[in-house]
Nanobody
């Protein structure tokens, strides 16, 4: 089965940086890869995504200018570089994979086929 595994979460101070990674077990180069996050009591929300060939989809307004997505197909890994972190960035961060044939919006959880278990990011004020 396709398995996704996030890593790199942790506790950081406001203004600091963190880099998340997500490794995919099978078929990585065929997927659009997305990052989502979910704060307590809130719905899982789109952060950013990157296509099979490296094209980047729009960033959520809340992270523009601070977060950067990238991928390395040789390592089957997608990254999320997070800079200038704020307390409101505190959430569980999930990576997701979308098959090319899948229906649904790139900006919705319904647009992705496979999900990781998430990694906790906590930003202290």
């Amino acid at each position: 089965q396709v398995q996704l595994a996030e890593s790199g979460g942790g506790l950081v101070q406001a203004g600091g940086s963190l880099r998340l990674s997500c490794t995919v077990s099978l078929g990585f180069s065929t997927y659009t890869m997305g990052w989502f996050r979910q704060a307590p009591g809130k719905e899982r929300a789109y952060v950013t995504a990157i296509g099979q060939g490296g094209g980047i989809l729009p960033y959520a307004d809340s992270v523009k200018g601070r977060f950067t997505i990238s991928r390395d197909n040789d390592k089957n890994t997608v990254y999320l570089q997070m800079n200038s972190l704020k307390s409101e960035d505190t959430a569980i961060y999930y990576c997701a994979a979308r098959r090319r044939s899948h229906h649904g919006s790139y900006y919705s959880t319904l647009g992705y086929n496979y999900w990781g278990q998430g990694t906790q990011v906590t930003v202290s004020s």
